[in-house]
DNA sequence: TCATTTTACTTCTGTTTTGAAAGTAATATT
DNA sequence: AATATTACTTTCAAAACAGAAGTAAAATGA
């Protein structure tokens, strides 16, 4: 996975990796909906195509967002979880999600409310962040 | 300017629009650089191509995060402003530099340090966006 | 046990987007 | 009046994307 980066700024070089339009939306469903498997990321609300959702992965884990690895007790499925690099886009998120629910909704009018993150940033981060932790730590046993 | 929204999620939403590798880079040449013509934008760092330039800002334009206009002295360049809509992702513009300061630096060396964001984020974020206020209240006269 | 289903992909093909270069028209400068 | 600058548009090859179909291993059901 050889990537060129266009410039020094740490803008730049993170849509170098994150700018396209499902790379965040794979991080979301893991850090808010708790999906792990392929199978839940090819469900997605967006429709991901099963190709890109192959080479997202692939790309994710090769830049530390994500791991891969196998439960003892099932040789199918592959459990993809947050790296801490990857459950650090939790402020970026909750950022997004207020502009998105703030500006979007003209353009969307399907767009919910967030009333909860808006009430209480840090504390949504936390939450967020400490939900996943234990959750991750309980599917690994 | 039509625009299918994928789902009613606000980040998908946002990623619909901004999910690209120039958009915010674009609002962070206006906002932190204060870069207002279509020349300037096209000696970024980062070499955006001229066609892309004019279709980004086109698709800005018309989802009101900036707006075009000419001053009236000078009938050849066109004033690019952010909107309160673009002004408003600050947050957001600060919270990418900062884990991609964190982050990426492993992966791009080249990525400067910004200390001084980090020391204090919300301090961060009026500055640049009571500066920007101000110098684009100067252009406008 | 053996057929069926599920999971996790890969491959294929047509369409869209991108990137690099060149071209154009109006305005501004020398 | 000639040249340069600005703001684009156009062109075209290359890359990325989207949707459909195919494959192989593992799990499930009869």
Redesign the interface.
Known sequence: MI?K?????????????L???WS??LI?DMLIKGKKTYKEFSLS???IATGILASRLKQLEA??FITKRKLPDNKKENIYLLTE?GI??A???V???????????V??P???S?DELKADKTLAINMVTENYRKVAAQIIG
């Not at 980066?5 to 990796?17: K, V």
């Open positions: 990537k980066f266009r410039s020094s700024c740490p803008i730049a070089s993170t849509l170098d990796i700018g396209d339009k965040l939306l979301r609300d967006e429709k830049f530390g690099k650090d886009l402020p970026l998120i950022e997004v999600t207020l502009w998105g629910e703030k500006h979007m909704r353009h969307n399907r767009i919910n967030y």
